[in-house]
């Protein structure tokens, strides 16, 4: 199985500020053939169900502010929120879709400074 | 409009069983392989099972292998999930999720194993 790892556990930024977390996987994620990192990231709030924000990674789900965006390859991701808003306030969960179980990381308690 | 909507959740005695649905529209449900996802309360996201789109290939979490059985209905747009001799720790949120293609999430149902 893929063991997906967050860090750090939690993290309190100031409104405006750079919130940065970090996954990283067990196992690569990346599949040659289309050169795609199978690797989601979602945001939750309590009480809600998980909104995907990136997937294939790096890319945007519609409607998600460009504030948000992640990077990496291979075993070794970040998500980034460039100018932390009240509203980002949430649990950040990674999560790889490249094999069965599709594992997620732990997640990231984002709060505010 | 791509939707999933799980039903079924409810308060069910230890040792006993519970089935839950997923009804999925907005996508030709049979080409795209489905799964469950589980929430216990305060806790974080735990995959529970997948199945195939023509349910011939299905893998399950081992906190659930041999108690929970997936299946799915393509003439009825359906996931289920039967889950037996359920245990206090089986009590979650579950969510059904497709992984491929589009990602997406159902609002989930909840599940409490309580005497």
């Known amino acids: 199985d893929i063991v997906m790892t967050q860090s750090p556990d939690s993290l309190a930024v100031s409104l405006g500020e750079r919130a940065t977390i970090n996954c990283k996987s067990s196992?690569?994620?990346?599949?040659?053939?289309?050169?795609?990192?199978?690797l989601a990231w979602y945001q939750q709030k309590p009480g809600q169900p998980p909104k995907l924000l990136m997937y294939w990674a790096s890319t945007r789900e519609s409607g998600v502010p460009d504030r948000f965006s992640g990077s990496g390859s291979g075993t070794d991701f970040t998500l980034t929120i460039s100018s932390l808003r009240a509203e980002d306030v949430a649990v950040y969960y990674c999560q790889q879709y490249y094999s069965p179980p599709f594992t997620f990381g732990p997640g990231t308690k984002v709060d505010i400074k | 409009e791509v939707h999933l909507m799980e039903s079924g959740g409810d308060l069910v005695q230890p040792g006993g069983s519970l089935r839950l649905s997923c009804a999925a529209s907005?996508?030709?449900?049979?080409?795209?392989?489905m799964n469950w996802v589980r929430q216990a309360p305060g806790e974080g996201l735990e995959w529970v099972s997948a199945i195939s789109g023509d349910g011939s290939n299905i893998h399950y979490a081992d906190s659930v292998r041999g108690r929970f059985t997936i299946s799915r209905d393509n003439s009825k747009n359906t996931l289920y999930l039967q889950m037996n001799n359920l245990r206090a720790e089986d009590t979650a949120v579950y969510y059904c999720?497709?992984?491929?293609?589009?990602?997406?999430w159902g609002q989930g149902t909840l599940v409490t194993v309580s005497s």
């Open positions: 999720a497709k992984f491929q293609g589009d990602l997406m």
């Open positions: 907005g996508f030709i449900f049979s080409d795209y392989a």
């Open positions: 196992q690569g994620v990346l599949y040659s053939y289309n050169n795609k990192n199978y």
